[in-house]
């Protein structure tokens, strides 16, 4: 009967052609599994979340972290990874774009509101 | 605007969080009370940064006196209060949704707040790619946009495992499915649950069947020539 065993198949023969077959993540240790079960719980999934599953969205995303540097590399500035060729990269995408410009501004208030703290303090 | 979070619940499902919820990210750990002043400036930045596309007028407070300057200043000032407004009309309505909570809702947005990950992990991986020291705000852009690429794949495999009459937790299939349905928008496969029939060929379908050559065997069994293939008994 066609299930896993062939999904589990296909899925190779997909992911081959993207440069990182699970096999070569397998060796890696795990980076992000405290951090993605929270993650994952909170998007929906269920409060303990399959080892199996959690190690599936790890690769994806660290796929999708290297497939973004490799493409931000080749733009803009050759070799360097910087922030407007994120932003150029991700235009299409509107939640991820979004996204980005809320956190970049957040962190631009946040950097001003501490350097109006600190030179509160020094000055008295 | 910011990430639209589907948040499953046994019956419940919500949508769209405001964008005035995105002061709260991994760096603050504020009280309500400093956030509200963060957030105000924060709306009119953004009202600035959207309307990037429909007047570039920028906000000029430093000229002085002339009318055509003035009828400038004031437009995108209404419609910077407009936008504070709508903002602040939304961060209400998510305060009474979100204090409506039941107990497992609201940990489960506290997961889906407080969740991010570590800046020195993405830090490292970025750099051992490059080669080369990269920003801090590289490594914020980059977690955040992580955050809600992880946040699509899940949100699509719960769609698939609900379409597929299991339950959650999600397993590998679904986590799968989910990608290859993100890879390819066209791409629908179903789970065979039933005994295979040749109308389940059907199943796979794409937009353009790009395999169309079946055999015939000795025995009778159909074939494909597809990767995947099973025989129909």
């Known amino acids: ?124 | 605007m910011a990430d639209p979070a589907r948040i499953k619940t046994e019956s419940n499902s919500e949508q769209s969080l405001a964008a005035g919820e995105s002061p709260k990210t991994e760096d603050t750990e504020e009280v309500p009370v400093t956030s509200a002043d963060t957030e105000s400036k924060d709306t009119s930045s953004q009202s600035i940064i959207h309307e990037n596309k429909q007047d570039s007028v920028a906000e000029d407070e430093g000229t002085a006196g002339h009318p055509a300057s003035k009828k400038l200043k004031v437009e995108p000032e209404k419609k910077k209060d407009r936008r504070q407004k709508v903002d602040e009309d939304e961060i209400q309505k998510m305060q009474v949704l979100v204090s409506s909570f039941s107990e497992e809702q609201l940990n489960r947005y506290e997961m889906y707040r407080r969740s991010a990950f570590p800046k020195a992990a993405i830090k490292r991986l970025i750099q051992s790619i490059t080669g080369s020291s990269v920003s801090q705000n590289v490594v914020i852009a980059m977690s955040g946009i992580s955050k809600v690429f992880a946040g699509e794949i899940v949100e699509e495999a719960l769609d698939v495992c609900e379409k597929w009459g299991d339950m959650p937790p999600l397993q590998p299939k679904h986590m799968r499915e989910a990608e290859e349905q993100r890879a390819d928008p066209q791409y629908k496969a179903q789970e065979h649950s039933l005994p295979l029939s040749h109308t389940c060929l059907a199943d796979y379908r794409r937009t353009e069947p790009s395999w169309d050559v079946f055999h015939l065997s000795d025995s009778g069994n159909l074939h494909t020539t597809l990767s995947c293939s099973f025989s129909l008994f």
């Open chain 1, 1 to 124: 009967m066609a299930e896993e065993e062939d999904e589990a198949g296909f899925d190779d023969d997909m992911d081959d052609g993207a440069g990182g077959a699970d096999g070569n993540h397998g060796k890696r240790k795990r980076l992000f599994s405290k951090e993605l079960r929270c993650m994952m719980y909170g998007f929906g999934d269920d409060q303990n979340p399959y080892t199996e599953s959690v190690d599936i969205l790890e690769d994806l995303v660290i796929e999708f972290v290297t497939e973004m540097t490799h493409k931000a590399m080749s733009i803009g500035r050759q070799g360097r990874v910087q922030v407007e060729d994120i932003v150029f990269l991700i235009r299409k995408d509107p939640r991820k774009f979004a996204r980005v410009k809320d956190l970049l501004t957040m962190n631009e208030e946040l950097k001003r509101a501490r350097k109006a703290f600190d030179e509160a303090n020094y000055g008295s």
